[in-house]
Structure formats: structure tokens, C-alpha cells
């Protein structure tokens, strides 16, 4: 019985270790280090699509300004975000050479039912195609394959899970950018009302309706609404639903920020839905409204005694 164990015990051993070497991440065929494997100037980049085995993303490049495209709509994209991304993949180095083994690619995450498909264009010159896959066990590397060949590298710091990302979080939730600094006046309009903030020197005053005269404003409240829409940001975006519940048309709220300059910026304050869930601001120059929470629409809905100063006592 010994006799026959011990072929059998060796033989299985023997299996397990081939198995073993054969699907190991790290495995190296080849160590030699190809510099510029990938290599575009990421500023003659207009558009890239990242094509992913659950969803694809398009991207397209507008006066330096990022924007992504959503039911063939662009919509404006997180610049920032894009130029980091862009920035990474522009030049890629590459190392070990792991598999040269096309059935071997799903392993990596290399092929086109795991992978990141990434294209990189300038003017639909392709400047770029190439596989992006999972992370080696190690964190520091990932998995890359060019479009057209078996040969399967480790690039180091190119993180393939940075495409991983629904969206709508691609997308620029900055909804307005109001300089603080250079104000000269906030008008607000309400249906029912409406009155100014002026700025005169460090000091604001109000005037309107329903106010006598004129009447100094609270600092404190001035800097704490300007706090809130100096980088107003949405919460959420516009969906189909959102149409029943609000009028770009008639908003509750409209309010004008005017600059020393002579120039402005407008906001309009829109209201929620029914369920008091969903919020929503909009500007004058876009057709979907963006979605903030609670505790920001009422910062904006402010009326003259939300800023009047505040009762000394004695």
C-alpha cells in the first residue's frame, strides 16, 4: 500500500506546485524595465473612454474644462479630478514582464471581460489603448496590457481602481463660485419681497421692503451666508423624477451677487419635493437644477431678520 501512496502523495504535490506557479500574480517571465511603455503629452489630450466590463465611461475636453458625457449629454466633470487621471497615464513605465499567456488574462484582469479598456485621444488620433487590471498582491502595482499584444507588465502607481467610479461622481458639483472678496451687494427676490445686503467699506447695510430706512447689517450673519456660497456644492444631481417637483421657471428665490467690478453672478433657489427629501438650486444659464441638502437651501433662503443685528441688553 506504501508502495502505491507514496507515487500518488508525490504526483499530488508535484500537481499542486505547478498549479501554484502557474497562477501566482507575481509571477516573472521577463524583469527587463520598459520606459515609456505608454507615454502622450496629456495636455494634447481632448477625450478618453474607459471601457469597463459593468459600465463605459466617455470623457471629452472643452477650452481645458473636462466634461463627461451622460445620455449623449455632456455634463460638466470634476477638471481637477480628470487632469490628476490623465496625468497618471500619460507615462506609464513598465517592469516584469508576468504572462505572455492569452488564457492567462482574466487572472490579471487584462482582458475584455474583467478589465479597464482605456482609449486616449487627441483630435480622434488614438494616442493610446491599453488594459488596465487589478492591483498585484502588493498594492504598488497594477496589471497593464497593450491592445493587440499577450504580453502582460506591471506598471508601478498606475491604479486601475481610480476608474472605478459610478458617474455621477466624475461629476463637478461646484455649483457657483462666488467672490466673497468682491462683492458690492446681494440682492435677494422673493415673490413676496425683496431687499438688498450693500456693502460699504468692511460694514453691510440692509434696505427694502418691509425695512425703515436703512439698517446695519450683523456681520456675523453677513460672513456666514458668504461662507455658504463661496463654493456652493450640490449634494446630488437632477434626475427625470425631479421634473414634478420643481419650476426652473418660477423660483422661489433669486438671488444676485454683484461684484465692485460691475459684474454678477445669479443663483435661484428653487424649493424641495414633496417629501422635503430633495432640494434644488439652479442657474439661470442651465436647464437641470443641482440637488443640496436641507441645512444649505435654508442657509440661502435668508430674510431681512435672519441678518438684522443682534439686541444689546442693559
Known sequence: MRRVLLP??????????????QNRETESIRADKIEGFVSFNPSKVDSMVVEMPEDTLRFQRLNNNWNIVIDSV????????????????????VGSLVSENPVKQNLYEVDSSAGRLIKVYSQDKNLASFYLGKNAS???????????SDEVYMAEDVMGYRFDKAQNNWRDKTIIKVDTT??????????DQEFTLERRDSLWFLSGDDISGELAASSDSVELFKRLVWNLQAN???LS?????VDPENPELMLTFR???????????????ESKTRYYVG??????PFVVLHAKYSGLTRRPNNFAPAEKNG
Do not use: C, T, W
Not at 423624477?241 to 417637483?245: C, F, K, R, V
Open 283 to 288: 442657474l439661470p444659464e442651465l436647464d437641470e
Open 236 to 238: 446630488s444631481f437632477y
Open 259 to 273: 461684484y465692485i467690478s460691475g459684474g454678477r453672478d445669479e443663483l435661484h433657489v428653487l424649493g424641495g419635493n
Open 74 to 93: 455632456p455634463r460638466r466633470a470634476d477638471s481637477a479630478q480628470l487632469a490628476q487621471v490623465v496625468e497618471m497615464i500619460s507615462s506609464i513605465d
Open 138 to 148: 502588493n498594492f504598488n502595482y497594477s496589471y497593464i496590457r497593450k491592445v493587440g
Open 241 to 245: 423624477e425631479d421634473s414634478s417637483s
Open 8 to 21: 500518488l502523495v508525490i504526483l499530488i504535490v508535484l500537481i499542486a506546485v505547478y498549479l501554484f506557479v
Open 182 to 191: 468682491a462683492l458690492s451687494s446681494i440682492v435677494f427676490q422673493y415673490p
